[in-house]
């Protein structure tokens, strides 16, 4: 059974910082494509970063430069440092792995398996 398990979100102030964490069980994350989606309030999910198995990464343009996705194989852990952060980087952010189109070059297309959240809120 595959569970991803997110942590880490809390309220913060613009300008601040925020580390998310992923553990996964029952899924090899340096087998998959492996992401960070992020829903706000009354909007759609949408994606923020991914990583892929050879370490490739990829973000959605409203945070380059400031969020960072990153993996530890070893420990099954997947992270997203968020620096800078601003209002409307206020969500739920979610963690997600998939390999129905690879695993490298990695999208954001629909993921297969997803955990249950954790919310961040930035404060102005």
């Known amino acids: 059974q595959v569970q991803l398990v997110e942590s880490g979100g809390d309220s913060v102030q613009s300008g601040g910082s925020l580390r998310l964490s992923c553990t996964a069980s029952g899924v090899r994350i340096s087998d998959y494509c492996m992401g960070w989606f992020r829903q706000a309030p009354g909007k759609g999910r949408e994606g923020v970063a991914t990583?892929?198995?050879?370490?490739?990464?990829r973000y959605i343009d409203s945070v380059k430069g400031r969020f960072t996705i990153s993996k530890d194989n070893a420990k099954s852990t997947l992270h997203l440092q968020m620096n800078n952060v601003k209002p409307e980087d206020t969500g739920t952010y979610y963690c997600?792995?998939?390999?129905?189109?690879?695993?490298?070059?990695?999208?954001?297309?629909?993921?297969?398996?997803w955990g249950q959240g954790t919310q961040v809120t930035v404060s102005s």
């Open positions: 997600a792995a998939d390999r129905l189109y690879g695993t490298n070059d990695c999208q954001f297309h629909t993921y297969y398996y």
């Open positions: 990583i892929g198995s050879d370490g490739s990464t």
